[in-house]
């Protein structure tokens, strides 16, 4: 029997949905495979010479209810399965927001930390030069994810433009703000959950000074840190890829961020400040009320998930809990406010950028910031009342909402639409 595929690990949400809402056996035969996933090598040029080529892809889920939106990651464990899987979230992901957008992401395949920045503006030139038919202002638009920043989003940008003959900012979100990017890009994803659990804090039973635990320090998990930490909340544990650190009276952020600036793993703040070293995947299972996954997927899984001390599981990362340990939390009660939701605020600020974009006027911070809260508040506070209404995880009814909204958008292409080819 062949082996599930991370893609059909996914579509186990989709089946969950769709027991739960009357759609057309259609409109599920659509969501299940991806619209197109190319594929590239990418060959560049080392600093000293010699060439090194890079697998490379770009998937397009869904475009019914828009161009395609999503973040082009680089890691060296990247693959094409990962990449559909990740674009699969994206269409439920931009529909849960109600966003003009269908769902799409990329990868290379690559340990960015082991080039020089003149060999990644290399590489992120030439996944533009080997995509540029597939993405478009219009068509594709791609974004930051992991391993990937604003200043390879610039570069992108500038290569792109290059192609075409002209200008176009819009191509691509989470630019720096001198290339038209928005202000507020930086620390959307992060600031988005923040102020979801805020809304939705007497729901959770959540008062007081929380205790939390974040898995992941990079750009959502420090983001995070700074926002509850902000509200006086007590930072006990976090976790990178060198290992994790935690402080029961609470971890100093201020060191923390000054390692990662000058290249270092958290738990190179060990044995100062009242810093222990933990064992990584000890972070799951440290005594805290809000457990912050803002790493990768499947990190919650059947064999930590009854670990779990947390009473909220609050997904940053994209795919953090995998099914099985969905289960196991429900079981225990740990509510999980789910990646389709909680990391939305990421792409939100991306449809504004592009939305400035395209009008060339530009927004202020509090702008951005009351228009991202209001669409967090309202799309959480639907998805929370569906859940309570139907007796079901606020994963379910986040896949519920965003599925009613797909299904209408299919069912309203018609039977001979381009859509369908
Ligand atoms: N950036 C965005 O706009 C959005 C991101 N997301 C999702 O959020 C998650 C994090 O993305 P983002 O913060 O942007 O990425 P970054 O590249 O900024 O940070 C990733 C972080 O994860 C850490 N990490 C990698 N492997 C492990 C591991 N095995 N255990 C613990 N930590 C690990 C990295 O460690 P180290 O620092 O040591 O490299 C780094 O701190 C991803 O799932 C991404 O898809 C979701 C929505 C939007
Ligand atoms: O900002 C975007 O367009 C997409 C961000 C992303 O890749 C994600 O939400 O997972």
């Given at each position: 029997?062949?082996?599930e595929?991370?893609?059909?690990?996914a579509?186990?949400?989709?089946?969950?949905?769709?027991?739960?809402?009357?759609?057309?056996?259609?409109v599920?035969?659509?969501?299940?495979?991806?619209?197109?996933?190319?594929?590239?090598?990418?060959?560049?040029?080392?600093?000293?010479?010699?060439?090194?080529?890079?697998l490379?892809?770009?998937?397009?889920?869904?475009?019914?209810?828009?161009?395609?939106?999503?973040?082009?990651r680089?890691?060296?464990?990247?693959?094409?399965?990962?990449?559909?899987m990740?674009?699969f979230?994206?269409?439920?992901?931009?529909?849960?927001?109600?966003l003009?957008?269908?769902?799409?992401?990329?990868?290379?395949?690559?340990?960015?930390?082991?080039?020089?920045?003149?060999?990644l503006e290399?590489?992120s030139?030439?996944?533009?030069q080997?995509?540029?038919r597939?993405?478009?202002?219009?068509?594709?638009?791609?974004?930051?994810?992991?391993?990937t920043?604003s200043?390879?989003?610039?570069?992108?940008a500038?290569?792109?433009?290059?192609?075409?003959?002209?200008?176009?900012?819009?191509?691509?979100?989470?630019?720096p703000?001198?290339?038209?990017?928005?202000?507020?890009?930086?620390?959307?994803?992060?600031?988005?959950?923040?102020?979801?659990?805020?809304?939705?804090?007497?729901?959770?039973?959540?008062?007081g000074?929380?205790r939390?635990?974040?898995?992941?320090?990079?750009?959502?998990?420090?983001?995070?840190?700074?926002l509850?930490?902000?509200?006086?909340?007590?930072?006990?544990?976090?976790?990178?890829s060198?290992?994790?650190?935690?402080?029961?009276?609470?971890l100093d952020?201020?060191?923390?961020?000054?390692?990662?600036?000058?290249?270092h793993?958290?738990?190179?703040?060990?044995?100062?400040h009242?810093?222990?070293?933990?064992a990584?995947?000890?972070?799951?299972?440290?005594?805290?009320d809000?457990?912050?996954?803002a790493a990768?997927?499947?990190m919650?899984?059947?064999?930590n998930?009854?670990?779990?001390?947390?009473?909220?599981?609050?997904?940053?990362a994209n795919?953090?809990?995998?099914?099985?340990?969905?289960?196991?939390?429900?079981?225990?009660n740990?509510v999980?406010?789910?990646?389709?939701?909680a990391?939305?605020?990421?792409?939100t600020?991306?449809y504004?950028?592009w939305?400035?974009?395209?009008?060339?006027y530009?927004?202020?911070l509090?702008?951005?910031?009351?228009?991202?809260?209001?669409?967090m508040?309202?799309e959480?506070?639907?998805?929370?009342?569906?859940?309570?209404?139907?007796?079901?995880?606020?994963?379910?009814?986040?896949?519920?909402h965003?599925?009613?909204?797909?299904?209408?958008?299919?069912?309203?292409?018609?039977?001979?639409s381009?859509?369908?080819?």
């Open positions: 029997m062949p082996e595929s991370l893609l059909d690990s579509l186990v949400r989709l089946d969950e949905a769709a027991r739960h809402l009357n759609v057309d056996a259609d599920i035969e659509k969501l299940k495979y991806p619209r197109e996933t190319t594929k590239a090598r990418l060959m560049i040029r080392m600093d000293d010479g010699s060439r090194k080529s890079f490379a892809w770009r998937c397009r889920y869904d475009d019914t209810r828009g161009p395609t939106k999503g973040g082009i680089f890691h060296p464990d990247a693959t094409a399965e990962e990449v559909e990740l674009a979230w994206m269409t439920f992901k931009c529909a849960v927001m109600n003009p957008y269908g769902g799409g992401k990329g990868a290379v395949q690559v340990d960015p930390r082991q080039l020089s920045k003149a060999e290399r590489l030139r030439s996944y533009i080997a995509f540029s597939i993405i478009g202002p219009d068509r594709d638009i791609p974004a930051p994810d992991v391993y920043n200043m390879i989003m610039g570069w992108m500038d290569e792109y433009s290059q192609i075409v003959g002209q200008g176009s900012p819009a191509v691509i979100t989470g630019k703000l001198a290339l038209g990017g928005s202000v507020g890009r930086g620390d959307a994803t992060a600031r988005g959950g923040y102020y979801l659990v805020r809304h939705l804090a007497e729901e959770l039973g959540l008062a000074k929380l939390i635990a974040i898995q992941g320090f990079g750009n959502a998990g420090q983001y995070i840190a700074s509850l930490a902000g509200d006086g909340h007590t930072i006990v544990a976090v976790s990178d060198g290992g994790a650190v935690h402080a029961a009276e609470g952020l201020d060191a923390l961020m000054a390692a990662k600036n000058d290249g793993s958290v738990v190179h703040t060990a044995g100062r009242g810093h222990q070293a933990i990584a995947d000890e972070l799951v299972g440290v005594e805290c809000v457990l912050v996954p990768l997927e499947n919650i899984h059947k064999h998930a009854h670990t779990v001390k947390a009473r909220l599981v609050l997904e940053l795919g953090p809990v995998t099914p099985e340990a969905d289960g196991i939390l429900a079981d225990r740990v999980v406010l789910p990646d389709i939701l990391n939305a605020g990421g792409v600020v991306s504004f950028e939305v400035q974009n395209k009008q060339g530009y927004w202020g509090e702008e951005i910031h009351t228009k991202l809260r209001t669409i508040e309202r959480g506070r639907a998805i929370w009342q569906l859940s309570v209404d139907r007796g079901v995880t606020p994963r379910t009814a986040a896949y519920v965003a599925l009613s909204r797909l299904a209408e958008a299919i069912e309203a292409h018609g039977t001979q381009y859509f369908d080819s």
